[in-house]
């Protein structure tokens, strides 16, 4: 019987992942990265358990920071990192000054979440700080040490942004958008440019 359709040809993985690459698959290679980015993250705190208390944190900052083209990567992971950074400076000097109770935990952590989500689309560093603080405060209800919470946030957010960073340099790529893909137009109007 005659099929008047071509076999499609398949993807071998002995084929070198730039070819993989083409207008019709114009973000091929950024979702290859992610999921190596991701993989890496994951393993890493899992080899390593001890040095992270909620690991976890490590895959999500490189999910949240790691963009298709580099220049949204690094500015994101720069927020990322600072707004982190900050965060974890106030949570400190807060529960240092004030020593909050479970009443005043509660109104911290309302108080936080709204600030974080008022942020979220104007500033995404300030966001990171609030979001910061709120998970701290959060989850001291549950780990009663919010100076050991945001130290392990800290430092494993550091990690994630830095290695989404990492692999984001290994290969530059410029934003598909930019390649002229057909709905260009449409996001400039969106932005107003």
């Known amino acids: 019987m005659y099929l008047p359709v071509k076999p499609r040809r398949l993807l071998v993985f002995s084929q070198p992942l730039h070819s993989l ?5 114009p973000l091929t290679l950024p979702t290859l990265r992610l999921g190596v980015t991701l993989a890496l993250a994951t393993a890493l705190y899992r080899i390593f358990p001890m040095l992270v208390q909620r690991g976890y944190w490590i895959p999500l900052t490189a999910l949240l920071v790691l963009k298709p083209d580099f220049r949204t990567t690094f500015a994101r992971g720069v927020a990322r990192l600072i707004g982190t950074m900050l965060g974890a400076v106030l949570t400190t000097l807060l529960v240092a000054v004030l020593a909050p109770t479970q009443e005043l935990l509660v109104m911290l952590d309302a108080i936080m979440a709204y600030l974080a989500f008022s942020f979220l689309y104007a500033n995404y560093a300030i966001f990171s700080a609030f979001i910061t603080m709120e998970t701290v405060f959060l989850l001291t209800f549950v780990v009663p040490q919010p100076l050991e919470t945001v130290t392990y946030r800290a430092i494993d957010t550091a990690i994630g942004g ?23 137009s449409l996001l400039e109007r969106g932005r107003g440019a």
Do not use: V, W
């Open 21 to 25: 690459s083409s207008p019709t698959l």
């Open 162 to 184: 830095i290695l989404a960073l990492l692999i984001s340099t290994a290969r530059k790529t410029p934003c598909p958008l930019d390649k002229g893909i057909p709905g260009r």
